[in-house]
């Protein structure tokens, strides 16, 4: 395949820029004093062997067939992706039907769900759901982030701190957020309250250690410019250590948005009036399957949809992030 | 021994920018006794100087560097800049590092108005500034540019202009030049020399080409390890531009060699 769509170019143009190549090399191996023997018109030839428009037409063909050879690949990459989706759906949707004795109720179809899907698409309760359920992941994960990044830097750089806080944050650290479930509905009750303090707790600690570990072992460099720039102590953990420390600091936060989503559901589950996890307890007590689906579902797109968008607005924000 | 002279007192000893004055440092080491980074080592630099500092590794040229700058504290003796003791890293005192160390997450022209930025200097002198260092650099055009874009010979070139911009009274290197290639080495090495004129500042540079110090320096400080310490300063009395391809320019080369050779 990849032979057949090899450069076509004018077999004269090939020719000449084989010659031309050649000479090129025998210029390069000689030594000073040979290529100070050499009459500096033949040196000259080298370099003139194509003219300028063949090199414009050599260049202009070569860009044609790579372009050609990229929109191909773009175009396969895209009808894979919609075949293994469509081949994942056949299989889905002909599976139930086809083994004998089994409720299509139990185990819905897409086509099934596609009409749960518009219901309660038409109905508006996916939506207030999905509202309500981001509100609470996105406000638990931005008061567990912007608290995991403080702790974060303070404790990394202010060794009495950090020892002081290392057996407290680690012991903590290694409790299940949802493990707190019950304690919370206790003193929150089941309202946004205790939903956001969970949610807080879960994604604290990712962020914490993320960004400890990130302040901590900043590159010594950095900080001996800063300070020979003429930084003060405050100043550093600003301009250098937060900024040094980024690329895990953002490693933490994203890692922590996947456990927002976690908690979240885990909370709702134990009792919520509105949300997507409640929308599948629901479901489960009035036997709609196909509007568990349809839960199950929206989680997966947000997750997804909240993870890209949180890689696309730290590529638009720190430009240089991932890259050396 | 040695052919060149060997001096206790540098040029200009009568007001030195730097003193180094009986200095050593202490490292812990695990289990065994501390392990003498520099041992009584005493060095001055004046405010025209351009010193280069060659040896092996484990001579100390870093911890020396260090020191001056002041990132560490001597065990023993004392180190002045214009007669006074130095406390800890300042702006009088640029450093350069041998690693890349401009900040990947600010641009060209922000990594170079750190340091004003920093000491407060008002935003239209800052940026008068800026642009004064990147031409001087020849980067005016990478001003928006992040490091990761650069080659490592320019990021190097932003480096000094860094350091420069904050008009330093002593330029510290720690062999900034290792990780580039030999051509744009060389180029980077006129430039720098250039610089030097320009700024007028003391320069210590660390190295370990012989070829480098020579090139580069006023004077060659040799320094061997086991314990760290200097053996030598020999004098580089040859004009700049420098050309390699002389005899004088060999013969120091043989010097510090021989320098370098009498007490590995």
């Known amino acids: ?17 084989r010659i031309g190549q050649a000479r090129a090399v025998v210029v390069g191996e000689a030594t000073p004093a040979e290529r100070d023997a050499t009459p500096a018109s033949a040196r000259a030839t080298v370099s003139s062997t194509m003219d300028e428009t063949e090199i414009a037409r050599v260049e202009e063909a070569f860009a044609r067939t790579q ?57 508006g309760d996916l939506l207030w759901d999905a509202a309500a359920s981001i509100a609470r992941a996105l406000g638990g994960f931005a008061v567990g982030g912007v608290l995991g990044i403080l702790v974060g830097l303070l404790t990394a750089r202010v060794a009495p701190l950090r020892f002081m806080s290392d057996p407290v944050l680690h012991g903590f650290r290694s409790i299940p ?15 946004e309250m205790s939903k956001i303090a969970l949610i807080t707790w879960g994604t604290f600690f990712p962020v914490w250690i993320n960004t400890y570990l990130g302040a901590r072992d900043v590159n010594p460099a950095f900080i001996r410019s800063a300070q020979s720039l003429g930084v003060g ?14 690329p895990l600091i953002l490693a933490g936060l994203r890692q922590s948005l996947a456990i927002a989503l976690v908690v979240m559901v885990a909370a709702e589950l134990v009792g919520a009036s509105v949300g997507l996890g409640q929308l599948i307890a629901s479901a489960q007590q009035i036997f709609r399957i196909d509007h568990m689906f349809v839960g199950l579902l929206a989680l997966g797109a947000i997750g997804f949809a909240l993870d890209h968008l949180f890689v696309l607005v730290a590529h638009h924000l720190f430009p240089w992030y991932g890259r050396t | 021994m040695l052919a060149a002279p060997v001096r206790d007192a540098p040029a200009g000893a009568a007001d030195p920018l730097v003193e180094v004055d009986g200095v050593s440092v202490l ?9 003498w980074a520099l041992r009584d080592v005493s060095l001055s630099i004046g405010p025209q100087d351009f010193v280069c500092a060659v040896g092996p590794s484990g001579c100390g040229k870093t911890t020396l560097l260090y020191l001056i700058a002041g990132f560490i504290k001597p065990t023993i003796g004392a180190i002045k800049l214009n007669d006074r003791l130095i406390h800890g890293p300042g702006p009088d005192r640029g450093v350069v590092f041998q690693e890349y160390a401009l900040f990947p997450w600010l641009t060209v022209r922000d990594n170079v108005e750190f340091g004003p930025r920093t000491r407060g200097v008002p935003a239209d002198e800052r ?15 990478a001003g928006d540019q992040y490091p990761f874009e650069l080659s490592g010979g320019m990021r190097q070139r932003v480096a000094f202009a860094r350091a420069l911009v904050n008009k330093p009274r002593l330029l510290l290197m720690d062999e900034p030049f290792a990780a580039v290639d030999a051509m744009t080495r060389s180029s980077l090495q006129q430039e720098l020399v250039k610089l030097w004129q320009h700024e007028q500042c003391a320069s210590f540079f660390i190295t370990h080409s012989v070829d480098e110090a020579v090139y580069l320096g006023t004077k060659v400080v040799v320094m061997s390890p086991h314990p760290g310490r200097v053996d030598s300063v020999i004098d580089i009395d040859l004009a700049y531009p420098r050309d390699r391809n002389t005899m004088p320019y060999r013969e120091l080369i043989r010097t510090v060699q021989g320098a370098l050779a009498s007490h590995g």
């Open chain 2, 27 to 35: 490292y812990p080491v695990k289990g065994r006794r501390p392990s």
């Open chain 1, 67 to 123: 372009r050609r050879i990229s929109q191909k690949n773009a175009t396969r990459q895209i009808v894979l992706n919609v075949v293994g989706v469509a081949i994942f759906l056949a299989i889905w949707e002909i599976l139930p039907r086809s083994i004998s004795g089994l409720n299509l109720l139990l185990f819905p179809p897409p086509s099934g769900i596609v009409d749960a899907l518009r219901d309660l698409l038409s109905s």
């Open chain 1, 233 to 246: 102590s405050a100043s550093l953990l600003v301009r250098v250590i937060l900024p040094g420390a980024l």
């Open chain 1, 177 to 191: 957020a949802i493990a707190l479930v019950p304690l919370a509905v206790v003193w929150f009750g089941i309202g």
């Open chain 2, 127 to 141: 940026a008068r500034l800026v642009a004064e260092y990147l031409e001087l650099i020849n980067l005016t055009r």
């Open chain 1, 1 to 17: 395949m990849a032979k057949v769509e090899q450069l076509q170019l004018p077999k004269q143009a090939m020719e000449r820029s």
